[in-house]
Protein backbone atom coordinates (compact mmCIF):
# COMPACT_ATOMS: atom_id res chain seq x y z
CA UNK A 1 0.00 0.00 0.00
CA UNK A 2 2.98 2.22 0.74
CA UNK A 3 4.41 1.69 -2.57
CA UNK A 4 1.01 2.45 -4.32
CA UNK A 5 0.77 5.86 -2.35
CA UNK A 6 4.73 6.51 -2.97
CA UNK A 7 4.37 6.63 -6.68
CA UNK A 8 1.11 8.34 -6.91
CA UNK A 9 2.70 10.91 -4.81
CA UNK A 10 5.38 10.74 -7.08
CA UNK A 11 3.38 11.05 -10.29
CA UNK A 12 1.58 14.04 -8.82
CA UNK A 13 4.71 15.83 -7.86
CA UNK A 14 6.41 15.70 -11.31
CA UNK A 15 3.35 16.45 -13.60
CA UNK A 16 2.20 20.04 -13.19
CA UNK A 17 1.71 22.73 -15.25
CA UNK A 18 3.45 23.31 -18.86
CA UNK A 19 5.02 26.86 -18.06
CA UNK A 20 6.42 25.06 -14.41
CA UNK A 21 8.00 22.37 -16.32
CA UNK A 22 8.69 23.72 -19.62
CA UNK A 23 9.05 27.39 -19.17
CA UNK A 24 7.84 29.69 -21.47
CA UNK A 25 10.41 30.16 -24.40
CA UNK A 26 12.35 27.75 -26.85
CA UNK A 27 15.01 27.82 -29.08
CA UNK A 28 14.98 27.96 -32.60
CA UNK A 29 17.44 26.64 -34.59
CA UNK A 30 18.55 28.04 -37.99
CA UNK A 31 20.25 26.38 -41.11
CA UNK A 32 20.66 27.02 -44.27
CA UNK A 33 22.90 25.51 -47.40
CA UNK A 34 24.52 27.42 -48.38
CA UNK A 35 25.37 28.92 -44.92
CA UNK A 36 26.49 32.46 -44.13
CA UNK A 37 22.46 33.80 -45.06
CA UNK A 38 21.19 36.20 -42.77
CA UNK A 39 18.18 34.90 -40.89
CA UNK A 40 16.15 38.13 -39.37
CA UNK A 41 13.43 36.64 -36.73
CA UNK A 42 10.30 38.17 -36.64
CA UNK A 43 7.62 38.09 -33.70
CA UNK A 44 9.61 38.52 -31.01
CA UNK A 45 10.02 41.44 -28.82
CA UNK A 46 12.95 43.01 -30.41
CA UNK A 47 13.69 42.55 -34.01
CA UNK A 48 16.74 39.52 -34.20
CA UNK A 49 19.11 38.52 -36.71
CA UNK A 50 21.95 36.36 -37.09
CA UNK A 51 24.17 34.77 -39.61
CA UNK A 52 23.37 30.83 -40.38
CA UNK A 53 23.72 28.47 -38.84
CA UNK A 54 22.20 30.32 -35.25
CA UNK A 55 19.60 30.03 -33.05
CA UNK A 56 16.77 32.10 -31.15
CA UNK A 57 15.34 31.80 -27.93
CA UNK A 58 11.60 32.88 -28.77
CA UNK A 59 8.66 33.39 -26.43
CA UNK A 60 6.52 29.95 -27.09
CA UNK A 61 3.33 32.20 -27.47
CA UNK A 62 5.08 34.60 -30.51
CA UNK A 63 3.69 35.32 -33.84
CA UNK A 64 7.35 33.85 -35.43
CA UNK A 65 8.45 34.73 -39.11
CA UNK A 66 12.13 33.96 -40.30
CA UNK A 67 13.43 35.66 -43.35
CA UNK A 68 16.31 34.17 -44.80
CA UNK A 69 18.29 36.45 -47.70
CA UNK A 70 22.12 35.70 -49.45
CA UNK A 71 23.50 37.45 -52.47
CA UNK A 72 23.02 35.60 -55.24
CA UNK A 73 19.89 33.94 -53.79
CA UNK A 74 16.33 33.96 -53.60
CA UNK A 75 15.07 35.52 -50.42
CA UNK A 76 12.88 32.62 -48.27
CA UNK A 77 10.15 33.59 -46.14
CA UNK A 78 9.60 31.01 -43.43
CA UNK A 79 6.23 31.33 -41.12
CA UNK A 80 6.43 28.82 -37.86
CA UNK A 81 3.53 27.81 -36.32
CA UNK A 82 2.36 26.41 -33.20
CA UNK A 83 1.57 23.24 -31.95
CA UNK A 84 0.64 21.63 -28.69
CA UNK A 85 3.44 19.26 -28.25
CA UNK A 86 3.91 15.81 -26.19
CA UNK A 87 5.70 17.65 -23.48
CA UNK A 88 3.58 20.69 -23.69
CA UNK A 89 0.06 19.08 -23.69
CA UNK A 90 1.39 16.29 -20.75
CA UNK A 91 2.15 19.49 -18.25
CA UNK A 92 -0.99 21.09 -19.30
CA UNK A 93 -2.84 17.93 -18.30
CA UNK A 94 -0.80 17.87 -15.05
CA UNK A 95 -3.16 21.10 -14.44
CA UNK A 96 -6.12 18.72 -14.23
CA UNK A 97 -4.15 17.45 -10.82
CA UNK A 98 -1.63 20.19 -9.36
CA UNK A 99 -3.15 23.80 -11.06
CA UNK A 100 -6.60 23.67 -11.47
CA UNK A 101 -8.12 26.17 -13.85
CA UNK A 102 -5.26 28.94 -12.94
CA UNK A 103 -2.47 26.60 -14.04
CA UNK A 104 -4.40 26.33 -17.10
CA UNK A 105 -5.03 29.95 -17.71
CA UNK A 106 -1.57 30.79 -17.49
CA UNK A 107 -0.45 27.99 -19.46
CA UNK A 108 -2.74 29.17 -22.36
CA UNK A 109 -1.40 32.31 -21.73
CA UNK A 110 2.19 32.32 -22.00
CA UNK A 111 1.74 29.14 -24.19
CA UNK A 112 4.25 26.81 -22.61
CA UNK A 113 2.72 23.63 -23.70
CA UNK A 114 3.03 24.95 -27.60
CA UNK A 115 6.18 24.18 -29.44
CA UNK A 116 7.25 26.04 -33.16
CA UNK A 117 7.13 24.13 -36.03
CA UNK A 118 9.46 23.31 -38.22
CA UNK A 119 12.07 23.50 -35.56
CA UNK A 120 15.23 23.43 -35.99
CA UNK A 121 14.45 25.47 -40.20
CA UNK A 122 16.60 24.16 -42.15
CA UNK A 123 16.17 25.71 -45.63
CA UNK A 124 18.44 24.98 -48.99
CA UNK A 125 18.39 28.22 -50.99
CA UNK A 126 17.81 28.71 -54.49
CA UNK A 127 20.07 30.93 -56.94
CA UNK A 128 18.56 33.96 -58.64
CA UNK A 129 18.45 32.88 -62.34
CA UNK A 130 20.77 34.71 -64.50
CA UNK A 131 19.56 37.30 -66.44
CA UNK A 132 19.09 36.07 -69.98
CA UNK A 133 21.59 37.81 -72.49
CA UNK A 134 20.16 40.61 -74.58
CA UNK A 135 21.50 39.84 -78.23
CA UNK A 136 22.54 42.83 -80.02
CA UNK A 137 20.12 44.14 -82.47
CA UNK A 138 20.74 42.83 -86.17
CA UNK A 139 22.84 45.23 -88.71
CA UNK A 140 21.88 44.77 -91.99
CA UNK A 141 24.43 45.85 -94.29
CA UNK A 142 22.89 47.20 -97.94
CA UNK A 143 24.60 48.16 -100.75
CA UNK A 144 24.51 51.72 -101.36
CA UNK A 145 21.77 52.52 -104.38
CA UNK A 146 24.02 53.42 -107.52
CA UNK A 147 21.82 56.17 -109.71
CA UNK A 148 21.00 54.61 -112.65
CA UNK A 149 21.18 57.01 -115.73
Not at 25 to 43: D, H, Q
Request: one cysteine or more; charged letters at 10%; aromatic letters at 2%.
Amino acid sequence: MRLWVGAVSAALLLSGCASVTRGTTENISIATTPSGALANVAGTDAPFSCVTPCAVEVSRSADIVVSLSKAGYEPQVIPLTREISGGGGAGFAGNLLLGGVVGMGVDAATGAAMDHKPNPVVVTLQPVPAAPAVAAPAVRHRKPKVPVS
